[in-house]
């Protein structure tokens, strides 16, 4: 057997490039012929991946292919037509309504990747999506043998040492409320930033709000909630813009997270509520997409965004110690379950019975 997992991109610290390298070691470990192909790649990953180009002069038609699709490439065409035992993971689109006002490139974008995922429907000898939000989307366009196998990463990887020095640049009196996740319309930090900015106003000043993940995707976006921070007069000190950090800088913000709060709009797994779920950071998160569904129980959600209500709820996570260790408690059974669905050998089991 030879799996080869298709991108169209590997970035560094990417979830579904992560879930792809660890489904690839895996099936290493089973002593399985595995690659990952990709059209482009960061420098520093340039040793986990083999080009596209490359692979299109060398194409392996005994191997079981497979494309990870979130976003529209010339994978597509290559998979209607390529022969062979094709697999598709799908990891959900943004709806292009969120990028309107901050990038029109971006509104096509998601728009031609609705158009390519449609093209594909008839492509592949099993769907997996990894969740069943996103595999509801894949049933109504009409894809056939859908199944749902969650976003799985190497949680021992998050036993990593922390980067001690950034832990101690916020360590301090102060709470810290965190957010993972692009910097992107459909996630609202906006509406972060307003929870924030009552919860210094009106129930205590020692709180800080620190969002990790990369600023440069849509600048617009960013300087428009750099902008709304500044109106609320909001310092450097109360939100804190990490950009695209280090992994070891990742598990400090972790490690300094006292809550997690999530507004988002859309998600198609979230990849950061089981990560927090691992460090026992117990969440706050809006009812969207499949929040509810990765959750699974281990938070509090919330269905309508009333920024006095919500700090109410971080206020509630953050002083009501009984409250705080009943929800750990849910995120080590939440965690547990995770490991066993996502074992990658049932992932295996599903490919090998195509």
């Known amino acids: 057997m ?37 059209i482009t790649c960061d420098e520093c990953m340039k040793d986990n991946t083999f080009p596209f180009a490359a692979y299109k002069e060398t194409i392996n038609p005994n191997s079981l292919k497979i494309l990870h699709f979130a976003v529209p490439s010339e994978l597509t065409d290559f998979f209607l037509t390529v022969p062979g035992k094709k697999a598709l993971i799908y990891h959900n689109i943004t709806p292009s309504h969120f990028f309107v006002d901050y990038s029109d490139h971006l509104v096509q974008l998601t728009q031609e990747g609705r158009i390519h995922l449609e093209r594909l429907k008839n492509s592949f000898d099993i769907s997996i999506a990894d969740s069943n939000y996103n595999a509801e989307e894949l049933r109504n366009l009409d894809f056939k043998n859908v199944n749902v196998f969650p976003l799985a990463i190497n949680l021992a990887d998050y036993d990593a040492p922390h980067s001690l020095a950034y832990y101690n640049l916020m360590k301090d009196e102060r709470k810290n409320i965190i957010f993972v996740g692009r910097i992107s319309p459909n996630k609202k930090i906006e509406d972060l930033i307003r929870v924030l900015y009552f919860y210094k106003k009106h129930l205590s000043p020692s709180i800080r709000l620190i969002v990790a993940g990369n600023t440069k995707t849509l600048p617009n976006y960013f300087y428009a909630v750099k902008d709304l921070a500044l109106r609320f007069r909001l310092a450097p000190e109360d939100i804190v813009f990490t950009g695209h950090i280090p992994f070891e800088e990742l598990l400090s913000v972790y490690r300094l997270g006292d809550v997690f709060l999530s507004m988002s709009e859309h998600e198609g797994f979230c990849l950061p509520l089981i990560e927090s ?75 090998k019975d195509m």
């Open 2 to 38: 030879i799996v080869e997992q298709f991108l169209p991109t590997l970035h560094y610290g990417d979830a579904v490039g992560n879930s792809a390298l660890s489904f690839h070691r895996f099936l290493e470990t089973k002593g399985i012929e595995s690659r990952i192909v990709s």
């Open 277 to 351: 779920s691992y460090f026992r950071v117990p969440i706050v998160a809006f009812d969207a997409g499949a929040v509810s569904e990765t959750l699974d129980g281990s938070g509090m959600l919330f269905k309508e965004k009333k920024s006095d209500a919500v700090a109410g709820l971080v206020e509630g996570v953050l002083e009501d110690v009984p409250l705080r260790e009943k929800l750990k408690s849910l995120q080590a059974g939440r965690i547990e379950k995770y490991r066993k669905d996502s074992d990658p050998g049932k992932l295996l089991a599903l490919l």
